[in-house]
């Protein structure tokens, strides 16, 4: 069943942190574009509206996380989830964005046509059954980059025979009890290094089993600086100062530890050790065997992981597992761990586009042989764009500088008379890269999903929010990558009229 469809300049799909941001930018800098946004849930938040974990918070500082228009303001610089979800909300509530949300729409395909300059999206209504259809001028993708409707869960021997709960954390119950409980978490990214302090609370007792080391570092809950500045500056200012700060030092510890791994690994572990009791076995639980920013640094505020385990409120356990049982978990070192409830903690599924069938002119793109124009585009796909953020930083830091490049290139295009933009690959022997430049597990799983990077700009992702900035807000728009046209009516007059007038070539 079809329902009414409608037209609109720019089409936003997803309403959380990155869609909101794209609303507000697309007001301010381009106020004449009509947009609506396609949300498949039937509230904004995206990410932060779907985790309910216990402990659920930023892994980055939000002075960093929070959007360049909006100051963060609360006392806590990692802040928990319910917070982050109303900061998103009251962006969208403040600036009328909510009113231009379609909301239980879920955007199944989206198909370009050249004749018409513009792309025809289909979205499945979860409230009425019927299938929406909405044309627009430009298409900007919001809509994360991991499946929403399952996380990633390895076959566990004998995991059927297990007599307790086991629970994946994008899909926590709302009434699980977990108090005076046995809990197993399995994994040791951000997701397990959140969930382990915060269980511990209640728990009997929680044990944090992983297979390898992460890297984990502490920094304070409240970022005493931005506290300062709060008290003798404008708010404002303030916060853009603190974020600098940040991103500056965020910046400096990556390249750091890209420049001098062995200094800063020696330099994480002597924090990490000083932060343990005497006795802990720091090298087997915290050392891994990979530098700094070969994966992702977990963060933990005020040190809250360390402290439980000094404490003797949670324990780690690096091992692998050979099968589940009624009663747990037996490992392959012949250890075993009783368990009444395991949660896997064990990643995402990546999911680029949201999953939505692209065509261009009826033929689909090869997204894996695709390459990615400034972190934000495909080759050959005209009037698209997409936000992804950093992997080496806050997410938002990334999100922010795109938004404003596409209004650039949307009033860009008004200003010209032009209808299309594409990115085009001079070079078909550019070398590849992969998308992202890690070696976790969750990233390797989707690589052969993923477009690729190229080993020059603007094909490159360069990860550097310092050298972005003067890039995407003020680079040129006519590089020569980018091609634009008046659409395909356009042409076919202006070749009419050069026959018309006997020029030749």
């Not at 259809?133 to 991991?146: A, N, Q, V």
């Not at 750091?256 to 000083?274: Q, S």
């Not at 990558?481 to 007038?501: I, K, L, N, P, Y």
């Amino acid at each position: 069943m079809s329902s009414t469809s409608e037209h609109v300049d720019v089409l936003i799909v997803g309403a959380g942190i990155s869609g909101v941001g794209a609303a507000y930018h697309l007001q301010k800098r381009s106020p004449g574009k009509s947009y609506a946004i396609l949300e498949s849930k039937p509230v904004i938040g995206g990410t932060w509206d779907l985790f309910r974990y216990p402990g659920i918070r930023s892994d980055s500082d939000m002075h960093t996380l929070g959007y360049n228009f909006k100051p963060w303001t609360a006392a806590k610089a990692i802040a928990d989830g319910d917070s982050i979800l109303d900061y998103v909300r009251e962006t969208a509530a403040e600036n009328g964005i909510d009113r231009h949300v379609r909301f239980n729409h879920r955007a199944t395909s989206a198909s370009w046509s050249s004749a018409d300059s513009r792309w025809t999206v289909e979205a499945a209504r979860s409230d009425t059954g019927e299938t929406a259809t909405i044309t627009c001028d430009f298409l900007f993708m919001c809509s994360g980059y991991f499946r929403h409707d399952e996380g990633f869960t390895p076959e566990f021997p004998g995991i059927e025979s297990f007599g307790g709960e086991v629970i994946h954390p994008q899909h926590w119950p709302e009434d699980l009890d977990y108090e005076g409980k046995r809990v197993v978490v399995v994994g040791s990214g951000a997701t397990a290094i959140t969930l382990v302090p915060a269980l511990a609370e209640k728990a009997a007792k929680v044990t944090m089993l992983q297979r390898s080391p992460t890297y984990v570092i502490s920094m304070p809950g409240e970022d005493a600086i931005a506290v300062a500045l709060r008290k003798v500056l404008p708010e404002k200012a303030a916060y853009v100062i603190t974020r600098w700060k940040n991103v500056l030092l965020q910046s400096a510890f990556y390249r750091l530890c890209k420049r001098f791994p062995g200094r800063m690994k020696a330099l994480v572990m002597r924090e990490t050790r000083k932060a343990l009791p005497p006795g802990f076995d720091v090298e087997k639980h915290f050392n891994p065997k990979y530098n700094p920013w070969d994966q992702r640094v977990c963060l933990v505020p005020d040190g809250d992981l360390f402290e439980a385990i000094a404490g003797g409120r949670a324990e780690v356990a690096t091992d692998t597992i050979r099968s589940f049982d009624e009663n747990g978990i037996e490992l392959d070192s012949g250890e075993r761990i009783d368990a009444d409830i395991v949660v896997t903690a064990t990643g995402l599924n990546l999911l680029f586009l949201g999953d939505v069938e692209i065509t261009v002119d009826g033929v689909s793109p090869d997204i894996p042989n695709s390459f990615t124009y400034k972190g934000m585009m495909l080759n050959d796909v005209p009037n698209l764009a997409f936000a992804v953020g950093y992997t080496n930083a806050s997410w938002t830091l990334k999100i922010d500088l795109v938004c404003e490049y596409v209004c650039r290139l949307i009033n860009h295009m008004d200003a010209h008379g032009y209808r299309e933009c594409v990115p085009r690959l001079a070079d078909p022997t550019m070398t590849e890269e992969q998308l992202i430049d890690f070696n976790s597990g969750y990233v390797l799983r989707s690589l052969h999903a993923l477009p690729k990077q190229g080993a020059e700009v603007p094909w490159k992702m360069r990860q550097n929010y310092v050298r972005d900035v003067p890039e995407i807000r003020r680079g040129e728009l006519a590089d020569g990558t980018m091609q634009f046209s008046r659409g395909a009516d356009a042409d076919t007059a202006a070749e009419a009229e050069v026959a018309s007038s006997g020029i030749s070539g």
